[in-house]
C-alpha cells in the first residue's frame, strides 16, 4: 500500500538515448514535457501537475562528453512542489558521426553508395528463406529503402557529369579532348545534358522541399556512421566511455533512488552494446539501474543482415533489474524479440558467451497501436518504415505518447503516481 503522504528524499534519473535520422522531435525538453504530460494523465490525484524546467547543464571535465541540460519535472500539489524525476539526454550523435560530419555532400554520396555496394551480399542473404527474422513484406520494404539509398548514390554520377563538364570549360582542357570545336562541342552537349536534366528534376523537388539537400547529407551521415559502428565498431569505444562517465556522474551526485535507461530506435542498439558489451562485462555502475527501456528496438533488422552482432556478448546477473521493450506491430524496425510474429512475451535472447547461464532478454513486451499488421497496399507506401517515427508526432503539442504506457510501468506503485 503506498503512502500517499509520503514524500520521496530523492528524485528519479532518466537518462535518455535517442535514435538516428532526426525523423522525430527528440529534444530533451519536449521529451520531458511527453514524460510529464504522461504523470499528469496517469497520477491518482487529479490536483496534482507536473511542469519541466532546466535544472542544470551536465558536463564532465575527464573527458570530452559534450554539455547536456538536464531538465527536471517537478510535481505540484496545492502550494507545495518537489522535483521528482531528472531527465538526462545522453548525446552520442555528434561522436558516432564526429568522422564525416564535416565531409563535403559529394564525399558523403560516395560513400553511402560505397556502404551499399559493399553490403549488396548481405541484402540477398536477407532473403533467404532459412532466415525469419522478418516477414517477406518487411524484408522487400527495407530493400526498398535501400534501393532509395541507391538512387541517392546515382546523383554522386550526375554530378561527375557536371564536374567534368564544368572542367570541359577550361580551354587547354578542351584541347585535349578534341581537336575541332565540332568535336569539343559534341562531348560538352554529350556530358551537359544529362546534367542538365537532373538539376531542373532537383530544382523542381526543392520547390517543394527547400531543405532536401541538407537533410540529405546528414542522413547520409548518420547512415554511413551507425554502419560503420555496427561493421567494425567505429566509435564504439568512446561512446561506451563516455556512456559510462556520464553514469558514473549520475550515480557519484547521491541525487537519485531509482535510474532508469530508455532508447529510441539507434539509440536502444547503444544500450544494448553497453549493458550486454562483447569486451568483459559491463561496469558496476550498470548494477544502480533499475530499469531499461527500449523503444523501437531494430533487433530483428540488425540481426538479419549481421547475423553475428548480439552474439558472444557479456552480461551480469539482473542487469539491468528489469527490461521493458516497447513496439509497434507495423512497424519493422521496431522488434518483439520473438522467433514468430505473435503478440507474446520475447522469448529470443541475445546470446552471451558460452560459459554462461545467463540468457538476457526483455521481462515484458508493451504493444503501441494497433496489434493488427499492415495489409500488403500499406506496405507498398512505406507505412512500416513510417510507423517508426509515431511512437509521439514529429512536434510537441501535448499528444498521447509511448510515454503514456510507460510511465505507468515505471511508477504504478511509486508515490510519484500518488
Known amino acids: 500500500m503506498v503512502d500517499e503522504n509520503a514524500q520521496p528524499t530523492k528524485r528519479d534519473a532518466i537518462i535518455f ?15 520531458a514535457r511527453r514524460l510529464a504530460d504522461a504523470f499528469d494523465r496517469k497520477a491518482r490525484k487529479g490536483q496534482a501537475t507536473f511542469t519541466v524546467g532546466r535544472s542544470r547543464e551536465y558536463s564532465d571535465q ?15 500539489d496545492n502550494a507545495q512542489e518537489r522535483p521528482i524525476l531528472d531527465l538526462h539526454s545522453f548525446g552520442y550523435i555528434d561522436v558516432l558521426t564526429q568522422e564525416y560530419r564535416e565531409r563535403n555532400l559529394l564525399w558523403k554520396l560516395f560513400h553511402v553508395f560505397l556502404s551499399i555496394i559493399l553490403n549488396t551480399p548481405r541484402i540477398f542473404l536477407s532473403l533467404s528463406p532459412h532466415r525469419q527474422q522478418l516477414r517477406t513484406r518487411e524484408k522487400l520494404q527495407f530493400l526498398f529503402s535501400l534501393f532509395i539509398l541507391t538512387l541517392a548514390g546515382i546523383y554522386l554520377i550526375i554530378l561527375i557529369v557536371a564536374i567534368i ?21 559534341a562531348v560538352q552537349q554529350f556530358l551537359t545534358l544529362p546534367s542538365q536534366v537532373i538539376v531542373i528534376l532537383f530544382a523542381v523537388v526543392e520547390l517543394f522541399y527547400p531543405q532536401l539537400k541538407q537533410r540529405y547529407s546528414e542522413a547520409a551521415v548518420e547512415y554511413i556512421s551507425s554502419i560503420q559502428y555496427i561493421n567494425s565498431g567505429l566509435r564504439k569505444q568512446t561512446i561506451a566511455g563516455q556512456f559510462a562517465e556520464l553514469l558514473e556522474d549520475i550515480v557519484e551526485s547521491d541525487l537519485y533512488r531509482n535510474i532508469h535507461i530508455i532508447g529510441f530506435s539507434f539509440g536502444t542498439i547503444v544500450a544494448l552494446d553497453n549493458f550486454f558489451p562483447v569486451k568483459g562485462e559491463p561496469g558496476p555502475r550498470h548494477q544502480d539501474i533499475n530499469t531499461l527501456v527500449t523503444i523501437g528496438c531494430p533487433y530483428d533488422l540488425i540481426s538479419l543482415y ?30 518483439s524479440f520473438r522467433d514468430d510474429n505473435k503478440a507474446e512475451e520475447p522469448n529470443r535472447p541475445i546470446q552471451v558467451v558460452k560459459d554462461s547461464q545467463l540468457e538476457p532478454l526483455p521481462d515484458k513486451n508493451i504493444i503501441y497501436g494497433a496489434e493488427s499488421p ?41 508515490i510519484a503516481l500518488s
Open 165 to 185: 563538364t564544368t572542367i570541359l570549360q577550361v580551354p587547354q582542357v578542351a584541347q585535349l579532348v578534341g581537336s575541332t570545336s565540332t568535336d569539343r562541342s
Open 374 to 414: 499492415a495489409s500488403f497496399w500499406s506496405s507498398l507506401v512505406l507505412i512500416g518504415l513510417r510507423a517508426h517515427a509515431a511512437y509521439w508526432e514529429a512536434k510537441y503539442e501535448h499528444e498521447q505518447s509511448v510515454f503514456s504506457l510507460i510511465v505507468p510501468e515505471l511508477y504504478r506503485e511509486d
Open 62 to 76: 575527464r573527458s570530452a562528453v559534450k554539455k547536456e541540460q538536464v531538465y527536471t519535472i517537478y510535481r505540484q
Open 17 to 31: 538515448l535517442p535514435g538516428l535520422g532526426g525523423i522525430v522531435d527528440q529534444n530533451p525538453e519536449n521529451i
Open 306 to 335: 549481421w547475423p553475428k552482432y548480439f552474439e558472444q556478448r557479456h552480461a551480469l546477473p539482473n542487469v539491468p533489474q528489469r527490461w521493458l521493450n516497447v513496439y509497434a506491430p507495423i512497424d519493422i524496425m521496431g522488434s
